[in-house]
């Protein structure tokens, strides 16, 4: 999704089916909920009560429940053209709104075009509040290659294509995938602007940005979401996120649950993973659920067989002693 491809082509060699969940969720697709009664943990002195707070709302009009699907790994290997097998890329996806999931997450990167063609193939006509965020300006020359452009004439190109492959008069949520260091970060979110106020664009988002940007183009557009790479033990956006909670931003971690499957076997994640009989990748889950009300994690998944574990880690409740244990990994 972002600047990973690396750890994504890591995903697609030979893994056992336990680490493949586990790596397929750290590249940032989606943990799905089959509904919004689903309590993950924790005293509400420690952490935000998932039971209290199911769903966010985006920009004040679009209500999703914060699990989402992260699209990515829909795709080929590499996140390079089309899936092995598209009919089960079709199947998670619908199985995927089945459960409950009213969040799809996708870029024009990734395949490139292939995951938001894959996302209309299965789900088109779309059913009443589903939101598909998509990003634009990560550019893909070829397999491995992500080049930003944030020139305005680009993104203005690149919604148009989104557009007729998402089969929208409208994207919900636009976000740019990552600030162009060639272009000002004003130029291109001023050409979000004007895409928005053309009709296009029914909100603006943005990924892998500090505070200072998301002020900077706050003054520009409203800005109703923020996607940054954020897990357990990697807590560098921790500024970020307080920004987000500050001024009620959605918050979409990527990479969410980093490189949990070199803990020690003491390690305070293992050891609420064996009390609950579930996996590491699960609890760091459930942890990041009850981290803030504005976190909206969206791993993902190419398999059936894995969607229906994500589903099975929205019903793990932590006791407030894990959350707090969990938490102090990275202190």
Not at 280 to 302: C, K, N
């Amino acid at each position: 999704m972002h600047d990973k491809s690396a750890n994504q082509e890591r995903i697609d060699s030979g893994l056992t089916r336990r680490a493949f969940i586990g790596r397929t969720l750290l590249s940032g697709g989606a943990l799905l909920v089959g509904g919004t009664n689903v309590i993950l943990a924790a005293d509400a002195s420690t952490s935000p009560n998932m039971a209290s707070n199911p769903t966010f709302t985006l920009g004040g009009d679009l209500t999703v429940n914060r699990l989402g699907f992260g699209a990515m790994r829909i795709t080929g290997q590499g996140i390079w053209g089309w899936p092995p097998d598209r009919q089960n890329a079709l199947k998670v996806l619908r199985r995927a709104v089945d459960l409950g999931v009213n969040l799809i997450d996708t870029a024009d990167a990734y395949g490139p075009d292939t995951s938001e063609l894959l996302i209309a193939e299965a789900l088109y006509p779309y059913p009443k509040g589903l939101v598909i965020a998509t990003k634009g300006g990560l550019t893909r020359p070829g397999p491995g290659d992500w080049v930003p452009n944030g020139r305005p004439e680009h993104l203005k190109q690149a919604v148009e294509g989104i557009l007729k492959r998402l089969r929208l008069e409208r994207i919900d949520l636009y976000q740019l995938h990552r600030p162009d260091p060639k272009v000002p970060l004003e130029e291109s979110v001023g050409a979000l602007k004007e895409i928005k106020d053309a009709g296009k664009i029914r909100h603006v988002g943005l990924s892998n940005v500090n505070p200072d940007e998301i002020a900077r183009a706050r003054k520009i557009v409203p800005i109703v979401s923020v996607q940054n790479r954020y897990n357990i033990e990697d807590r560098k956006s921790e500024n970020v996120l307080a920004y987000c909670e500050k001024e009620s931003i959605g918050f979409l971690p990527w990479f969410p649950v980093g490189g949990t499957g070199g803990l020690k076997p003491e390690n305070p994640l293992n050891a609420a993973a064996k009390a609950h009989g579930a996996s590491v990748y699960q609890v760091a889950l459930a942890w990041l659920l009850e981290r803030s009300p504005v976190m909206l994690p969206i791993p993902g998944t190419s398999s059936p067989a894995h969607l229906e574990e994500n589903v099975a880690a929205a019903k793990l409740e932590l006791t407030p002693q894990e959350w707090k244990a969990i938490n102090a990994i990275a202190s």
